[in-house]
């Protein structure tokens, strides 16, 4: 695929997808780096469910730990891993505390180091709480990156630094959501409805699906 393809597809996604953003509720930087973690695995609409109870008694680290690791599992229980993920989220906050004021880092090093925190899950921090131009590759755009052949590639990282190199700079920061809700509700995993796609022409998926 060209430069200037690419350019076309990521005009008309924005055009088409004109506010993109997380679909995950947040209020702070810290709510949206717990709404990430409890997401692996787990649907936005779950997290944001149980969210809405957890944030709403406890939405700082001093306030997590004061849960406990228990009392946080009475809120995610409904979460896939919920277990882990209690035990991540509680080591993260007394990190926070003890290395960062409570704060959360905007630097990808010391995102990573905290538990729980991946390379996608910094890059989501990264780019949704700090504007930073990062792109967390999920399965999603995995999906329509090879799909589309926008920047195929066999592993996360490899369609990762494709998209960060090839993506039109003035798209980059927005590029993570407009891939994401592309693949969620057009660029579906089992029947992509291509024939409602504002990128089909320009798309290279030769087993396109008209219905």
Not at 29 to 52: P, R
Not at 89 to 118: F, T
Not at 166 to 176: G, V
């Amino acid at each position: 695929m060209n430069q200037e393809k690419r350019q076309l597809i990521f005009e008309k996604l924005s055009t088409e997808i004109p506010e993109p953003t997380t679909e995950l509720n947040y209020n702070s930087a810290f709510e949206l780096l717990i709404a990430v973690v409890l997401s692996a695995q787990a649907t936005d609409k779950g997290v944001n469910k149980a969210t809405e109870k957890l944030f709403a008694v406890a939405n700082t680290p001093e306030a997590i730990l004061d849960l406990g690791e228990d009392g946080l599992k009475h809120y995610i229980k409904t979460i896939g891993l919920f277990n882990s993920k209690a035990k991540n989220i509680i080591l993260l906050c007394q990190r926070l505390i003890d290395q960062h004021n409570s704060a959360v880092p905007e630097r990808r090093h010391e995102l990573e180091a905290l538990a729980g925190v991946g390379r996608k899950t910094a890059n989501v921090v990264l780019n949704t709480a700090f504007g930073q131009s990062t792109i967390a590759v999920d399965t999603h755009i995995f999906r329509v990156s090879n799909r589309t052949r926008l920047a195929p590639g066999k592993t996360v990282l490899e369609v990762e630094k494709k998209l960060t190199r090839f993506t039109p700079r003035q798209f980059l920061k927005d590029a993570h959501h407009l891939l994401i809700l592309h693949g969620r509700y057009t660029c579906i995993a089992r029947k992509p409805r291509c024939s409602a796609c504002v990128i089909e022409e320009l798309c290279e998926f030769k087993e396109k699906i008209y219905t």
